[in-house]
């Protein structure tokens, strides 16, 4: 894709001004005519705001003559190429605009659309030709500045290098091994290719200066704003940022995150700074999907880096509690997540993973297992939050195998006493008899079979179900103590308080509070 080369015409003659845009095909040809002026003050006032590549221009024109027009664009820029227009009578002024750097001339009398369309193409040659050489010189100056920082470089690097620039980095983020393996082998895009897509795009109110490896995952981008403000150039950043997003998600398979500065800085501002605050690239665990990290704001720890009470949440997934394990894991990914802390990241989400592991290893193999390989999963274990939502999702579907477990475990007189049990235990009127009626067995039989299998009563498991509801409704809702009495099976809130107390260890009304023992 060839970018459209910026054209200024500035005669003082409206028609010659015409003529020339009408003569060729200008877009056609790669260009595009982006101003005209009718005098040299008015071309150089526009030559400032919108920086064309390539300026033709008469010479005779009032208050400032092409000649001094010329010369002041080359104390500003000296890669504009200037095309001038002349007349036989006027070939000594041209003389003078050569001495001052002008790339080619033309003798109006002899214009045509097919010498136009000569000269155009030739200065689509140098327009390309100095976008290569610009390209491959500022790609190598950022690629040594930032990995060889002991390296010399020259004065006109130096002075590159002082300019105010706006800086993004573009990582193709690595996963956390929660199974502490190697890294998958994700189809990341070549280097070469980043750069390449980055140098393709199309920067509103910015203009590309480079792009180059940071690392073998991050890639540095360099634009300049055509506006000093640093709220200006921030917003321009951003907008262009969150296009790469986009464009960048449909080429590579390894997600994306994206570091941008806050403000305009130097290339030697933004190596102290990477050089001193290396664990920012670390931030992209703790962010939302698609959420844009700004380089300069480290943040301020919340709170302390949580400790994972494994033998609690061993005790959740034997009592079988799905929606309890998932409060856990809520609250403890919360608790990360505000610490912002990695190390504890990485080891308590390698701690959960080993945990779900071995237990689910001790499932028989007639049961579905969980499947926890890295393989299928590693795209899940991006950040906090997925790898939150990925452990809770696993968790679930052990406890599932784990009751299925239980379940099997038991005759099938058992089993159907016990399905009976979660399935109507919210019927207060409820009885021993009401089971044994449904299984068709006596109930001395039924009672006997329960205790010899199970170890409990029947009588105290049908209490224990109601109360392990009971406790989810507390954690998880908002009804009064009242309403979670009947919703349970109970007619009467002193005597559910009662029970609870004796099962529990505290009443109903503490235990919402978060004054919960450890279960």
């Not at 021993?432 to 001395?444: P, R």
């Not at 349970?488 to 529990?504: A, H, I, L, M, P």
């Amino acid at each position: 894709m060839q970018d459209t080369i910026r054209v200024m015409i500035v005669d003082d003659e409206r028609l010659a001004i015409e003529d020339l845009r009408t003569i060729v095909d200008w877009q056609a040809l790669g260009f595009e005519i982006v101003a005209t002026a009718f005098n040299g003050t008015q071309a150089f006032t526009k030559f400032l705001q919108l920086r064309p590549q390539v300026i033709i221009t008469d010479i005779k024109m009032p208050f400032m003559d092409g000649i001094e027009l010329i010369r002041r664009i080359r104390e500003v820029d000296q890669q504009v190429l200037l095309l001038l227009l002349t007349a036989y009578e006027d070939f000594s002024y041209a003389r003078c605009a050569i001495r001052q750097g002008i790339t080619d001339y033309i003798i109006k009398s002899e214009i045509t659309p097919q010498r136009m369309t000569e000269l155009l193409q030739k200065l689509r040659v140098l327009v390309d030709e100095q976008r290569k050489k610009r390209t491959i010189l500022t790609d190598t100056i950022v690629e040594t500045f930032f990995a060889l920082p002991m390296a010399p470089v020259t004065r006109e690097a130096e002075e590159m290098l002082r300019r105010l620039f706006a800086f993004a980095v573009v990582e193709q983020t690595t996963p956390l091994m929660l199974n502490g393996g190697q890294e998958p082998l994700m189809e990341r895009l070549p280097q070469a290719e980043i750069k390449q897509l980055l140098r393709m795009q199309s920067y509103p109110d910015m203009k590309f200066v480079a792009a180059s490896p940071l690392s073998e995952q991050r890639t540095l981008l360099v634009l300049e704003s055509s506006n000093n403000s640093a709220f200006y150039t921030y917003d321009c950043l951003n907008r262009s940022a969150i296009m790469l997003q986009g464009v960048l998600a449909q080429k590579s398979a390894a997600p994306i995150t994206f570091y941008v500065a806050m403000r305009p800085m130097t290339a030697y501002d933004l190596r102290q700074f990477l050089q001193n605050n290396p664990e920012v690239f670390r931030r992209k665990y703790f962010k939302r999907e698609k959420e844009l990290i700004l380089l300069e704001r480290l943040p301020m720890p919340e709170a302390a880096a949580p400790a994972f009470d494994a033998s609690r949440f061993a005790a959740l997934l034997e009592q079988g509690d799905e929606t309890a394990a998932a409060a856990f894991l809520k609250e403890l990914y919360e608790a990360i997540i505000a610490s912002g802390d990695y190390h504890c990241l990485l080891s308590v989400s390698r701690e959960v993973y080993f945990l779900l592991l071995r237990t689910s290893q001790t499932l028989p193999e007639r049961l579905l297992r969980p499947d926890l390989s890295a393989e299928n999963n590693w795209r899940q274990w991006i950040n906090a939050e997925t790898i939150c939502r990925w452990l809770t999702e696993k968790t679930g579907q052990l406890i599932a195998r784990m009751n299925e477990k239980r379940e099997n475990a038991y005759s099938r007189t058992v089993s159907d006493a016990i399905a009976f049990v979660h399935t109507h235990y919210a019927r207060a009127e409820l009885s021993l008899n009401d089971i044994a009626d449904e299984l068709h067995i006596s109930v001395g039989h039924l009672c006997a079979l329960f205790k010899q299998e199970t170890g409990v009563t029947l009588k105290n498991y049908i209490t224990d179900v109601r109360i392990e509801a009971a406790k989810r409704l507390l954690r998880t809702g908002h009804d009064k103590i009242y309403a979670v009495c009947t919703a349970v099976g109970y007619q009467s809130s002193q005597y559910f308080s009662q029970v609870f107390y004796k099962k529990v260890g505290m009443y109903p009304a503490e235990y919402r509070k978060g004054g919960r023992p450890e279960e």
